[in-house]
């Protein structure tokens, strides 16, 4: 059973297309994130979720919109994708005061 | 804002040889967390250590915090191929932000 799942994998899109990031846990977090991690493997905090509640936002353009309708996901919505905005894009969460599990990833390429 | 930063960037070693990497941070911690990642993967939650603690140990892994010099470090005893991988710190602080720094690159050649 995978604890934290995103999809797509992967995905490829043209500059000025909306996508969506679907992320899910099965581990009863209430704690969620969104990372964004560039080429030179920077990971940057973008968003933090608690019981579906933005507690955090990462100074990330408007063109990013966190939705999470339920303790368990956490999707990302970005519109007018930029070039810039080709990363991996990494889902996680975690229990107060532990470690926090990572999907596997989502490396958006943007052309 | 970036919080914490690994030293080295790059570290390569023998098989059988012990790896040390580093992590300073800049703000007050609830905890310092040390993450896996494989190449193509998700980050793998490794140990945590709480800011009152000082040392912590789980398997081949030694984690130190020092508090006073706002850093930690990460000692992988007798390394093997499949610990090759980049390594990163996270640190926790009360707002909830969990914020990494950009990562040790590890090689350990067979």
């Known amino acids: 059973d995978t604890a934290v799942s995103q999809t797509p994998k992967y995905l490829v899109t043209q500059m000025g297309n909306d996508k969506s990031i679907k992320c899910e846990q099965n581990?009863?977090?209430?704690?969620m994130y969104w990372y964004k991690q560039d080429s030179k493997k920077f990971l940057k905090i973008m968003f933090s979720y608690n019981n579906k509640e933005l507690i955090i936002n990462e100074t990330v353009p408007n063109r990013f919109s966190p939705k999470s309708p339920d303790k368990a996901h956490l999707n990302l919505h970005i519109n007018s994708l930029e070039l810039g905005d080709s990363a991996v894009y990494f889902c996680?969460?975690?229990?107060?005061?532990?470690?926090?599990?990572f999907g596997q990833g989502t490396r958006l390429t943007v052309v | 804002s970036q919080q914490g930063e690994e030293d080295p960037q790059a570290l390569s070693i023998q098989e059988g040889e012990n790896a040390t990497m580093n992590c300073s941070y800049k703000?007050?911690?609830?905890?310092l967390q040390w993450y896996r990642q494989n190449s193509g993967r998700g980050l793998v939650h490794l140990i945590l250590?709480?800011?009152?603690?000082r040392e912590k140990h789980s398997g081949r892994l030694r984690v130190t915090l020092d508090t006073s010099k706002k850093s930690s470090s990460l000692l992988i005893t007798a390394s093997r191929a499949a610990d090759t991988a980049s390594y990163f710190c996270g640190t926790s602080s009360n707002t909830g932000k969990l914020i990494f720094g950009q990562g040790t690159t590890l090689q350990v050649k067979p």
């Open positions: 703000t007050s911690i609830n905890n």
């Open positions: 996680a969460s975690s229990p107060p005061g532990d470690g926090a599990f």
């Open positions: 250590i709480r800011s009152n603690e």
């Open positions: 581990l009863g977090h209430d704690t």
